[in-house]
């Protein structure tokens, strides 16, 4: 496990579970929501491409995202471990909205110095809507690349429990 994808819905906890490996694995653990969204107004990277390049041209790293369009191809490509957060609706959504709520009410800075707002609610952008609505689609779209050819050398850890990974985590390092 050295160049390592952890993929999942919005708010099952891949960044988390990234940065915790990426210390137990003393690989350098990289956001892609903090290399796509770049600047106020949720700017996004113009050269996210070059960027994710340069990352994973390095021999160890860790990323926590299935990858926007523009990069997921290149990202699978180069990693060898997938580790799959394959959580319900019932695990996710209570986790976004806990998330969301407390970055709205204390204004915390993400992602290029933005911040989620009361307003950001009601958009079907913010990641409470983004969650809910994108739920099934990205667990087929993650399920598809895992059982793609192209992909079948990566080790796959699927874990459908929060416990699970937990499990898992406490075993490496």
């Known amino acids: ?11 099952a906890g891949k960044s988390t579970l990234a940065r915790a490996v990426g210390e137990r694995l003393d690989l350098p653990y990289y956001e892609m929501d903090a290399l796509y969204f770049t600047g106020p107004d949720w700017t996004v990277n113009e050269g996210l491409i070059d960027e994710v390049q340069r990352l994973t041209s390095e021999p160890r790293w860790i990323i926590d995202s299935i990858g926007s369009p523009e990069v997921r191809d290149p990202l699978w490509e180069k990693a ?18 806990r998330r969301s709520l407390r970055r709205t009410v204390i204004r915390e800075s993400i992602f290029g110095g933005n911040r989620e707002t009361w307003a950001g609610w009601l ?4 990641p409470v809507w983004w969650a809910w609505s994108q739920h099934a689609g990205r667990r087929r779209e993650i399920e598809r690349r895992i059982g793609d050819p192209r992909f079948a050398p990566l080790t796959t850890h699927r874990f459908a429990r929060p416990d699970d990974a937990e499990t898992w985590l406490a075993t490496l390092g």
Do not use: F
């Open 80 to 97: 060898d471990t997938v580790i799959r957060l394959d959580y319900t609706r019932r695990v996710i959504m209570p986790r976004v909205l």
């Open 123 to 126: 958009s079907r952008e913010h």
């Open 1 to 11: 496990m050295e160049r390592i994808l952890v993929v999942g819905v919005t708010g």
